[in-house]
T-cell receptor, first 114, second 110 residues
Framework: DGGITQSPKYLFRKEGQNVTLSCEQN?????MYWYRQDPGQGLRLIYY???????QKGDIAEGYSVSREKKESFPLTVTSAQKNPTAFYLC?????????????FGPGTRLTVL | KQEVTQIPAALSVPEGENLVLNCSFT??????LQWFRQDPGKGLTSLLL?????REQTSGRLNASLDKSSGRSTLYIAASQPGDSATYLC?????????FGTGTRLQVFP
């Protein structure tokens, strides 16, 4: 099955901990994205990568970090510097490096800070 | 700065009705506009992608239109069904990034 997988589905973090959310795609897409969704708000872009070993900050990158060592993987680390990390996190990918193709989304990870 | 607005925020209709969801954006210099569906607690499912040079796209009972000059898009759902109940999101792309609206929560009751 081709698609985007995110793990875990649910994640609980204690104050002061770093946690890493996994995103893997087997669609051979070049570009990958991380979004955050809060209740009643639209999705907001955290980081994106259009090519291996390169990534750019989105609108709300503070307190987050990413890596893109492989084309199929784009993990997101939520650091202790992120003051309000409880949210639903969505990973997406898109073929090519331009804006003419649609984005496809994974099933999401719900992160809760205890 | 691009802003995307969706009206109404929520909509409840009886089964069988034809309905229209609205999306407006402030910067008309877009590459494309995409409509998504999101079920509770789930990821987004892409419904339709309209390129900036296109006026509309159709998929089954769904038809999306785009008027760049006025900064508007509509999603038309024909003969609505209870299975259409979900949140519908529109997003515009004008800088290699998608900017999302806050969505319209649709409920179709039998």
């Amino acid at each position: 099955d081709g698609g985007i997988t995110q793990s875990p589905k649910y994640l609980f973090r204690k104050e002061g901990q770093n946690v890493t959310l996994s995103c893997e795609q087997n669609l051979n897409h070049d570009a990958m994205y991380w979004y955050r969704q809060d209740p009643g708000q639209g999705l907001r872009l955290i980081y994106y990568s259009q090519i291996v070993n390169d990534f750019q900050k989105g609108d709300i990158a503070e307190g987050y970090s990413v890596s893109r060592e492989k084309k199929e993987s784009f993990p997101l680390t939520v650091t202790s510097a992120q003051k309000n990390p409880t949210a639903f996190y969505l990973c997406a990918s898109r073929p090519g490096q331009t804006s003419y193709n649609e984005q496809f989304f994974g099933p999401g990870t719900r992160l809760t800070v205890l | 700065k691009q802003e995307v607005t969706q009206i109404p925020a929520a909509l409840s209709v009886p089964e069988g009705e034809n309905l229209v969801l609205n999306c407006s954006f402030t910067d008309s210099a877009i590459y494309n506009l995409q409509w998504f569906r999101q079920d509770p607690g789930k990821g987004l499912t892409s419904l339709l992608l309209i390129q900036s040079s296109q006026r509309e796209q159709t998929s089954g009972r769904l038809n999306a239109s785009l008027d760049k000059s006025s900064g508007r898009s509509t999603l038309y759902i024909a003969a609505s069904q209870p299975g259409d109940s979900a949140t519908y999101l529109c997003a515009v792309d004008n800088t290699d990034k998608l900017i999302f609206g806050t969505g319209t929560r649709l409920q179709v009751f039998p």
